[in-house]
């Protein structure tokens, strides 16, 4: 019973994989074949097999009919097998969830790739990659955290996956990547960049150690994995990350990463140092312990769940915290990217009117689907779950004299449910995460859990943080590029239009307008197009003058395009709200205080 693959490029310039699939015993009945229709970690149905093509089945030389039953299955026709199944993937996605070919490089997803075989999905899948295949380019290397059979050098040969689940779970970059290796805790990591970069990778991989042995004690050793691999696309502008559960896959700026005699950690570097951070921490939280509905996965169709402020949320609490606990940023800095989060759920309305149990569940029509009233109506399980985090985290703390605390709460979960999950499978109920962080704590938390993650109630935040000796202030932006922070004194608001737009050199084209906010008054709609105010022309440098001599009384009068209709509204600017978070240590705080923040901040 054997489940062998084997991909190739079949032409670099117009991006097409071929694969062939050998399946030595086929189900007698008819064998089914299935492409996933999403991939774990980003809740979308994307249908993979629109890129899939010229599928054609033989037995032993003859041709076997293959009947498509829907818009990802195909059944072949009854044969004894071996059934080979020859197709085609067009690949040129260059975002970490699909497949890419070009010239520079080869990159997928098993999702994208790999048919699943019905029925014997429990069996050992058999990767094949050989190195004639991919000889265009000379200087290629296979990275993969696919178990390797026989591989030569450069990586290329057999590898093996232990079922279709660890198969699509383990992405496959081949190029001419750079490469460092490190050990966290005695296990093997290996960080891969492709792209033009110049980064200087002893530095990362001191950094990346830090973050990495941090997690593994804080779960408790050893960790889950016997190596794992990062796998980095450095791009001129781009962001994302998903995770798998002994690698990830990243795309970052190629300015993020550090270079040869930097000092210090850029805000960039803080990014994608924190990128790196929250991947590996879902080596833990959903790649292991994950919600029961995603144990097993249903690739087919949607898989929903209220918990996903707990494994994306917590993460994004984590990632940060853990490159201050490592030691890598200082406090100053880990609370103006606190800062920056708050703000982020703060701007926009989303907060006050979707529930974070809501946004987890509907995230697969919503989150991950955000249209141009999004700001409005969604508010985001990452962000305000990574508040809840700290929440939970400082009420558990707070309530026991700090005996108690969310790290222990993730080391039951890991102890409960992800340790052992290859053996006894089991997710964490709907109701058990709570259930689970009360028997943990001691403490009956159904008031806290119901307000942050049933309610549009505002978060105990500043009570909280008081705490520990941070203040938390609420101020009005001062400018277009105040992501948040403490400001002291607080600069004079700027003026807003409470919308979001882009201009240039034609007009001001706009994307979103803000409940109650001045625009949404004025009758703006996403997609106007504004090409006068006040009888000039608009373009950023009209904009520019508008908003350096402000004044709050001034109406002004727009001329506008609504498709191809000329209209004419008008416009009171007003200041901007108090939407905009800073926290900063107290100036006075009593020893209890200090106390608290340095078990909390592990320094
Ligand atoms: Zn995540």
Same mark, same amino acid.
């Given at each position: ?31 089914? *074949? ?51 199944? =020859?197709?085609?993937? #067009? ?31 429990? +069996? ?54 750079? =490469? ?60 994302? %990350? ?17 270079? &040869? ?18 991947? #590996? ?16 996965? /249903? ?20 990632? /940060?915290?853990?490159? +201050?606990?490592? %030691? ?10 606190? &800062? ?15 529930? $974070? ?29 990574? @508040? ?24 039951? *979960? ?11 499978? *089991? ?74 737009? =882009? ?7 706009? =994307? ?6 001045? &625009? ?21 440098? $009209?904009?520019?003058? @508008?908003?350096a001599t402000p004044n709050a009384a001034q109406t002004h009068v727009l001329h506008i395009f609504r498709r191809d209709e000329l209209m004419q509204l008008q416009l009171a600017p007003e200041m901007s709200p108090a939407d905009t978070i800073g926290f900063r240590i107290k100036k006075e705080s009593s020893q209890q205080e200090i106390d608290n923040l340095s078990i909390f901040t592990g320094n």
């Open positions: 019973m054997r489940i062998h693959y084997r991909i190739q490029p079949l032409d670099l310039a117009s991006h097409r994989f071929a694969i062939q699939l050998t399946i030595a015993q086929p189900d007698p009945a008819g064998q089914i *074949l299935q492409l996933p229709c999403w991939i774990p970690g980003s809740y979308l149905i994307r249908e993979f097999a629109r890129h899939l093509v010229r599928i054609s089945a033989s037995c032993t030389g003859q041709t076997v009919p293959l009947e498509k039953l829907d818009k990802s299955t195909w059944q072949a026709a009854p044969c004894q097998g071996p059934l080979t199944v =020859s197709y085609e993937v #067009y690949a040129f996605d260059l975002s970490v969830r699909g497949a890419y070919l070009d010239q520079t490089r080869a990159f997928f997803n098993g999702t994208s790739v790999f048919l699943q075989v019905q029925g014997q999905e429990h +069996l050992p899948c058999y990767v094949e990659f050989n190195a004639q295949d991919f000889s265009a380019n000379s200087n290629w290397q296979v990275a993969t955290g696919l178990k390797a059979e026989s591989i030569d050098e450069a990586g290329f040969g057999n590898y093996i996956a232990c079922n279709y689940d660890e198969l699509i779970d383990c992405p496959v970059e081949v190029s001419d990547f750079a =490469s460092v290796e490190f050990e966290a805790c005695g296990v093997p990591h290996r960080m891969v960049i492709s792209g033009r970069h110049q980064a200087d990778l002893t530095r990362l991989s001191l950094d990346l150690k830090a973050i990495c042995e941090y997690q593994i004690r804080l779960f408790g050793e050893p960790a889950p994995f016997d190596r794992y691999l990062f796998m980095t696309m450095a791009v001129g502008d781009g962001y994302g %990350g998903l995770e798998h559960r002994n690698s990830t896959a990243l795309i970052c700026n190629r300015s993020d990463l550090p270079l &040869a005699g930097d000092e210090g950690v850029s805000p960039a570097y803080r990014q994608f140092l924190g990128l790196c951070s929250h991947e #590996y921490f879902h080596s833990w939280n959903v790649k292991r312990i994950k919600p029961a509905t995603f144990a097993p996965y /249903d690739l087919q169709q949607e898989n929903y769940t209220t918990l996903l402020w707990a494994f994306e949320g917590i993460t994004s609490y984590y990632d /940060d915290l853990c490159l +201050l606990r490592s %030691g890598l940023i200082d406090l100053d800095a880990y609370l103006q990217l606190l &800062a920056q989060t708050a703000t982020t759920v703060y701007r926009g309305y989303g907060h006050q009117r979707q529930t $974070l149990e809501d946004s987890s569940m509907d995230t697969w029509i919503k989150y991950y689907r955000p249209d141009e009233n999004s700001p409005n109506e969604l508010v985001s399980y990452y962000t305000k779950g990574a @508040l809840v985090a700290l929440c939970l985290d400082l009420h558990i703390r707070q309530q026991t004299q700090n005996r108690k605390s969310l790290d222990q709460i993730m080391q039951a *979960l890991w102890l409960r449910y992800g340790r052992d999950f290859d053996q006894h499978g *089991l997710g964490v109920g709907e109701q058990e995460w709570e259930a689970l962080a009360a028997e943990v704590s001691g403490l009956d938390l159904q008031d806290f859990f119901d307000r942050a993650l049933r309610s549009t109630e505002p978060l105990p935040l500043p009570d909280l943080l008081g705490h520990i000796g941070i203040e938390m202030q609420k101020r009005p932006a001062s400018g277009a590029n105040d992501k948040g922070g403490w400001q002291e004194p607080i600069a004079k608001p700027a003026l807003s239009w409470g919308c979001r737009y =882009s201009a240039d050199a034609a007009g001001i084209k706009v =994307s979103h307008v803000f409940y109650e906010q001045a &625009a949404c008054r004025a009758g703006l709609a996403a997609g106007d197009v504004i090409v006068a105010i006040d009888g000039l022309r608009a373009n950023t440098a $009209l904009l520019e003058r @508008l908003f």
